[in-house]
């Protein structure tokens, strides 16, 4: 598949390999079916609760962090610099929630997000060293990573039951 669009490009597949998103530096995503032809059907774009038909607006960001839950019912995106994360649902294509103010992190940098197993709580993390973990169902930052013990965490991992995370960064 091949879109023209302007700025980058960034891109996730769904736990089941079938769907496909986009994301964009205009702020829109966008989600594909392969599950039939392979050669990825538009099934829409995501949209706000607001107008119908609206684009998917993440303000104008430079780079974007997307990623699934493990069942493929949500997905998020992480805009940088105004470090907003929105989550949706994939079966609705509406927006369930949004935030900025994670404690003053920013996410400005290569901004990284991946869904803890079987939970409605998201990593969020970046190469500037902005990392936490937010319940998007509660709306409470549940564990803040404290940056004078840590190192600038670009990514992290979890087990299947999201007991144990695994991060790497420099």
Not at 129 to 140: H, K
Request: hydrophobic share 35%; with cysteine.
């Amino acid at each position: 598949f091949a879109e023209p669009h302007n700025g980058n490009a960034y891109v996730a597949f769904s736990p089941s390999g079938l769907i496909l998103a986009t994301g964009y530096g205009s702020g829109l995503v966008k989600l594909w079916d392969y599950s039939s032809t392979g050669e990825g059907a538009c099934l829409g774009q995501l949209q706000d609760s607001l107008p119908e038909n609206a684009d998917l607006e993440i303000d104008d960001f430079a780079q974007c962090g997307l990623g699934f839950s493990r069942d493929g019912e949500y997905l998020a995106a992480l805009a940088s610099g105004t470090g907003r994360c929105d989550v949706w649902d994939t079966g609705t294509l509406h927006r369930i929630v949004s935030r900025e103010d994670f404690q003053g992190t920013r996410f400005s940098d290569e901004p990284h997000i991946n869904f803890l197993p079987g939970m409605n709580v998201l990593f969020l993390g970046d190469k500037a060293g902005g990392s936490l973990l937010w319940d998007f169902e509660s709306g409470s930052i549940t564990r803040p990573i404290d940056k004078t013990t840590a190192c600038d965490i670009l990514q992290a991992v979890f087990n299947s039951d999201g007991t144990l995370m695994a991060t790497a960064g420099l």
